[in-house]
């Protein structure tokens, strides 16, 4: 039996999603070579603990919340690009013009310009003139669009969660079941320890699956 074959009977066997450690697998290889007369050598334990880090690596990226975050993460890039666009393409222009300026993130100052260098009789007129020939420049303008961009940006998030919250609270109030009047406001999760709303099926710090208690079990823990 090839050493391809003796991997496959140990899979067979000994899936990777068992939950036996590495060392048990080992053992469990070298018995098996013994039986099948096949020599074990060191690039099948090679082989084994790369079966445990893939194992490894299979559980830490099909985590529940990992789709939800990628999925977060993309929406939250694309947003930001559109933000950006609005502010530098729509919104800065016509501030720029009352202001005397076409484009705020040529706002500059000239802190140091190198030796050999000549300036011109009136200024550097944009920031890629001033960084063409190396000075060094403090950028205020492009600091400015960046604070009005993170400005916009928490306005519609606070919108945003404001409307969904307003929402949650109404389909609650019409629709859901009201909490009886002896039910605890908190309770504790028991993976984290940390302070979880009484009705949380899922840790916000540890994101553990929570099992809601009756009423009678959390009066008794909290007694």
Known sequence: MSFKSLLGTLHSVVPLDSGIV???AACFAVATSAKL????????LESIRDMSILDDFKKFAIRGNMIDLAIGFTVGAAFTTVVKSLVNDVIMPPIGLLTGNTDFSDLFWVMHVPEGVAVPSNGFQTL???????AVTLNYGQFFNACFTLLIIAIAMFMIIRTVNRVDAELDERFGEPPPSQEPSDKKCEFCR???????????????????????????ATN
């Open 37 to 44: 007369g096949v020599p074990f050598s060191s690039s099948m």
């Open 194 to 220: 940390s302070t979880v709303p009484f009705r949380a099926t899922r840790c916000p710090q540890c994101t553990s699956e929570l099992v809601v208690p009756n009423v009678s079990e959390a009066n008794k």
């Open 128 to 134: 890629e003139m001033a960084q063409n020939v190396g």
């Open 22 to 24: 590495e060392g048990e």
